[in-house]
């Protein structure tokens, strides 16, 4: 296993603040928004093609992950696993910046690409993810989930400002183009080479273990996954709780896929005051990370997500009905504080439920329960704001999904989650 020394949990944070600008400028706030603006017909368009992307890449990384969580546990290959997925999305995002608007099949080439990226950033999630119970000392969980969260934010903040002022401008910086909207695109070069550099001291401190179970057959991998199944319907209170997440992870999802679209679909906010918004958001994210990953040791995982779920609730019926730009900003304020805690307190939950043999294998469900059903959250935004010709209307359905997460949430009960994961054998 690797240290629990100060520096290698300094490194995993690190890891955290480089592939967040994957998710702030690429998937939320920048990328996203130049394809439904820049690439697609028409921002209506643009949103159910960019909605459709996220699903298809959801529904595939639910499909993947526990099947190579499982060939990472058995295999003892979870840093290389996790240098795999890392290297190709830095590629696959770095690739983004030659996709021209009057590229033939620009729409289909960018969407083809952004998949793989998504997909290569979420697998890598699971492995990353895999190593927190090993790293954090006894009782800290909370807090190092917390700060790797909080760092993260920070990092795409960060990455967002200086692409804000060296690229996203009428003149960027280093005599680099706009025509065609290549300093926009630039931002993906950004991105690539900031995710690369920051996840090499994660990649050169951790090493792969040897084998904990003999090689797996490749025609005995289908078995194998209904094994890990079986292990863990034993652990009815990981099995509660990853059926609530499913849930209300759809209304995050959908909200870092579209929150830039709406500012700019509905409030018509341009290009750089999407950005600033995004930075803003990020910080106060960041900083509900970090003090509710206190919080989250102090009261438990499960009261954490709930006053989260609550609080995002209200934030979104305000961004619903918010008539001017000042209530929206409000809002989106209230959603960043309570997004971070909301993300870092599940996977600090998850890690108190899963037995120390299965963590790999366990998390790779516990992204399947984030992305099996990730694909309706922004498939039904995308529907309902082309059937209603309204934004608004979409970004509405993102409630039904933390409040049917919230009610199921409430029959976990942690203490025996607890006890499960402490004396039941793996």
Not at 116 to 128: H, N, P, R, S, T
Not at 140 to 146: E, L, M, P, T
Not at 391 to 406: E, K, L, P
Request: aromatic share 12%; proline share 5%; charged share 10%.
């Amino acid at each position: 296993m690797p240290s629990s020394n100060n520096k290698t949990i300094t490194a995993w944070c690190l890891y955290d603040w480089g592939n967040s600008a994957f998710t702030t400028l690429v998937v939320t706030f920048v990328y996203g928004t130049y394809f439904t603006k820049g690439i697609a017909p028409d921002p209506t368009t643009g949103t159910l093609l960019w909605s459709l992307a996220m699903g298809i890449s959801g529904i595939l990384v639910a499909l993947l992950s526990p099947i190579l969580g499982t060939l990472a546990d058995r295999s003892g290959r979870r840093k290389s696993s996790l240098l795999l997925a890392t290297m190709v999305c830095v590629f696959a995002t770095a690739a983004l910046t030659f996709v021209r608007p009057d590229t033939p099949q620009a729409i289909s080439l960018a969407l083809a690409i952004v998949v793989i990226a998504q997909i290569a950033y979420e697998l890598g999630i699971v492995f990353y993810n895999a190593f927190l119970p090993d790293l954090a000392p006894p009782g800290k969980i909370g807090a190092i989930s917390g700060y790797g969260w909080g760092l993260g934010y920070a990092g795409g903040i960060t990455c967002m400002t200086i692409a804000l002022f060296c690229l996203v401008r009428e003149q960027p910086l280093f005599g680099i183009s706009t025509e065609l909207g290549f300093n926009i695109r630039a931002t993906n070069l950004l991105v690539a080479g900031w995710f690369f550099l920051f996840s090499l001291p994660l990649l050169s401190r951790l090493r792969d273990q040897p084998p904990s179970q003999p090689p797996l057959p490749s025609r005995s991998l289908t078995r194998q996954i209904s094994q890990t199944w079986r292990d863990l319907c034993r652990y009815r209170e990981i099995l509660k709780f990853l059926v609530a997440r499913l849930l209300y992870n759809d209304g995050l999802v959908t909200i870092f896929a579209f929150g830039g679209i709406y500012a700019a679909g509905t409030f018509g906010m341009e290009m750089r005051e999407v950005m600033l918004f995004g930075i803003v958001i990020n910080i106060a994210a960041g900083l509900g990370a970090v003090i509710f990953g206190f919080i989250d040791d102090a009261v438990g995982g499960k009261r954490t997500i709930q006053i989260s779920i609550i609080a995002l609730i209200l934030a979104t019926l305000m961004a619903v009905l918010a008539p001017n730009k000042t209530w929206f900003w409000a809002a989106a304020v209230m959603i960043g504080i309570f997004v971070g805690p909301n993300q870092s307190a599940s996977r600090s939950l998850m890690g108190r439920f899963v037995p120390p043999c299965h963590q790999a294998e366990f998390y790779g469900f516990f992204s399947f329960s984030g992305k099996i059903s990730s694909f309706l959250g922004p498939l039904l935004l995308g529907v309902v704001t082309a059937s209603y010709q309204s934004q608004r209307a979409g970004v509405a359905t993102v409630i039904i999904f933390f409040v049917s997460g919230g009610l199921i949430l409430q029959t976990v009960n942690e203490e025996n989650g607890l006890a499960a994961a402490s004396h039941q054998p793996g």
